[in-house]
């Protein structure tokens, strides 16, 4: 089978196991079901995820001119609490800032290989998890705006870490924990405007990932130093493809770049 497109994220369904899904312009591919199949990955150049040129990629899969000009990139993303939609202040695109900041959002404990603090709209729960590899979460707070579930998470990194270790959450070597002692044990240290946000009725949200083995010694591929790979695919985990030389791929990182996959 062979396919051809810009790579995107991983679109992901949520059962036991996890679906994933690659999805190009005019066709798409279940990675389940390629698991145990050799796959080849032929990087062919780059198209941008907003003006569609071939420009080499900068970050998110834009080209640089991109990423520092539209509002889907604004430092609000990964920085919440700069979020200033609710003030009636424009960062790039009020109207596109209002849309995205002005929902619901959710504060929550993810443990991938640690335990961290993370905030996400909560209609991408749980695909936010499965995006971060979390075999286990449990939501904190849902708060009606971007801004606020900033500042919780402010508030909340300095008792519990806002990071994953990648390379632990890919070798598995992880811990089941009691999410719901840690998630109690942090209500005092939530924010004054955000405390009756709080919840404490829901239970963990767990986590499967249709792995076959987990890679001992990693190995990173990057398309532009290694434009043609081919491997055994063993797993999917977060948004990361595992293969029998303990090689892993991130497909997040490389949106934006078209490439021809193979696959058997």
């Known amino acids: 089978m062979q396919y051809h497109g810009v790579l995107t994220k991983m679109q992901t369904e949520y059962t036991q196991p996890v679906q994933y899904y690659l999805v190009f312009e005019n066709d798409f591919l279940n990675l389940n079901q390629a698991l145990g199949k050799k796959m080849q990955i032929t990087f062919s150049g780059y198209q ?10 900068f970050r998110q899969g834009y080209c640089y001119d991109c990423f520092y000009s539209i509002p889907a990139a604004g430092d609000w993303i990964m920085r919440p609490e700069l979020s200033t939609a609710h003030l009636d202040l424009e960062d790039r695109d009020l109207a596109y800032e209002k849309k995205v900041q002005l929902q619901p959002h959710v504060v929550y404990l993810a443990n991938s290989s640690n335990v961290k603090v993370g905030v996400t709209r909560k209609s991408q729960i749980p695909t936010r998890w499965i995006d971060q590899g979390a075999h286990e979460a449990i939501e904190i707070v ?3 705006n971007r801004y606020l579930a900033g500042i919780t998470e402010i508030a909340l990194k300095t008792h519990v870490s806002d990071k994953t270790n990648w390379r632990k959450m890919l070798t598995n070597n992880v811990l089941d924990l009691d999410l719901m002692a840690i998630r109690d044990s942090l209500q005092s240290f939530i924010p004054e405007e955000t405390q009756k946000y709080y919840i404490s009725t829901n239970t963990e949200t767990n986590i499967e990932f249709p792995v076959l083995k987990y890679p001992k010694k990693i190995k990173t591929l990057n398309l532009d130093k290694t434009p043609t790979y081919m491997g055994v695919l063993k797993g999917i985990k977060g948004q990361y493809l ?6 892993v791929f991130n497909v997040r990182s490389s949106e934006g770049y078209v490439v021809d996959l193979v696959i058997g």
């Open 48 to 57: 941008c995820l907003s003006c569609g040129l071939d420009k080499k990629i």
């Open 142 to 144: 849902e708060v009606p």
């Open 242 to 247: 595992l293969f029998d030389d303990d090689t």
